[in-house]
């Protein structure tokens, strides 16, 4: 239990005074653990995780469950607060032929393409949960997972295709060998490759330092944008290509337009599948294994 000290202004006659009150932080803490069997092999199955609030830590091993647990603390500002968060919010797991799936279930809904931060009954929860997820999964799973505030996002010796998103905290991944969509907003970008992924890859950040490390013989083209950073690589067979040229109609003129891709391209090696980076504010570094 955390005490804060608010100072709060009180009108006494015609003056101006501070009079100070002690309010207490409330929070309660609990457990849960959840354990589901594949019902098919891991690499055609998908564990998907939409957090809110809070990190997420995966782990790869040589098994056939998806095992999670998760630290849920619930925090307001009066005891009132606490009791409608423990009594209204729930977690939700689902599992089908080829997926396993936690979220949150209420009082909002936190998957993808429901508009849970706009509904009115959202603007009266006066309590915050975060969850910090540790999760073992079989190695060769797919994995789609994110979260948006207080937390990082993890992912180690896992090698099926991966999507992992974040807004406020940074991403690293290790040991990967698959496809991969890696997007943040406020943090950086780390990934290590145990194998060259096989189909086009993407990586994102706005605010954050972006480090990708891949094994000796790659061959990729490589597509890199930013505005305030730079591109850095440490392997040796390197070429610039041309800029892109992309061919659009344009029907009210009746003809035809080219439009120049503004985006930086190399090819590493003999060239390969396309590799996209982006940052805002941030360098980009390509790196050769050790």
Known sequence: MNTHKLLIPLVVGCGLCLAQITATAQEFKTHISKQF??????????????N???????EGYNGNEVIIEIDET???DNEGDLAAGKRDFKMGFSQSKD???AYVAAPYDSRPH?????????????YTVKLDYVVKVPNNINLRVSTINNGTI????????????????????????????IHTVNGPVTVNYLAIPTDTCKYYTINGKMEITFPKNLSADMQFKSM??????????????????????DKKANGTTYKLNKNTQVRVGAGGKLFKFETLNGNIYIKKQS
Not at 37 to 50: K, N, P
Not at 52 to 58: K, M, T
Request: proline share 1%.
């Open 37 to 50: 069997t594949l019902q098919q092999t891991a690499s055609a199955s998908v564990l998907a995780i939409y």
């Open 52 to 58: 809110v609030f809070g990190s997420i830590r995966v």
């Open 74 to 76: 619930i925090k307001s």
């Open 99 to 101: 997926s396993v799936i």
């Open 114 to 126: 429901i508009n849970w931060r706009n509904n009115e009954d959202n603007r009266h929860i006066n």
């Open 154 to 181: 993890d992912v180690k010796d896992v090698y099926g295709k991966l999507k992992v998103n974040n807004i406020n905290g940074g991403i690293t991944i290790a040991n990967a060998k698959g496809v991969s969509d």
């Open 228 to 249: 305030n950073g730079k591109f850095y690589t440490d392997f040796d067979e390197v070429e610039a290509l041309p800029t892109q040229v992309t061919k659009t109609q």
